[in-house]
């Protein structure tokens, strides 16, 4: 890609030079390519800040996401543990062990 580019920005520096040398015959052209020059360079740093915008979008919803999944996997592991006794020593194996304890 950046070959082409180069070989692109060349030819317009010759017709640039051209129009210099013959300006009733290439001045036209010699236009037509600075115009397509500078339009492609402000398309070009358009084009990288809307992809910038774009991926700051994409990693606040994916940061979103990614939240909302690791609290619904605490919720599911406090859940478990709570049912088989291992959190805060209620219910489960741990209760029965007290009991024959005492």
């Given amino acids: 890609v950046m070959g082409l580019v180069c070989y692109l920005v ?13 300006p009733v015959c ?3 052209y010699a236009t037509g390519a600075g115009t397509f ?3 492609s360079n402000k398309k ?11 991926y700051d979008q994409i990693n606040v919803y994916l940061e979103k996401i990614l939240d909302e999944k ?11 543990a709570t049912a088989y006794g291992i959190f805060k020593g ?13």
């Fill in 10 to 22: 060349i030819g317009l520096e010759w017709l640039l030079l051209s129009a210099i040398i013959n």
């Fill in 90 to 102: 209620k219910g489960g194996d741990s209760s029965k062990k007290k009991k024959k304890d005492e």
């Fill in 70 to 80: 690791v609290l619904q996997a605490i919720n599911i592991s406090l859940t478990a």
């Fill in 37 to 39: 020059l500078a339009y």
């Fill in 44 to 54: 070009m740093a358009e084009l990288k800040k809307l992809r910038a915008t774009f």
């Fill in 26 to 28: 290439f001045l036209p």
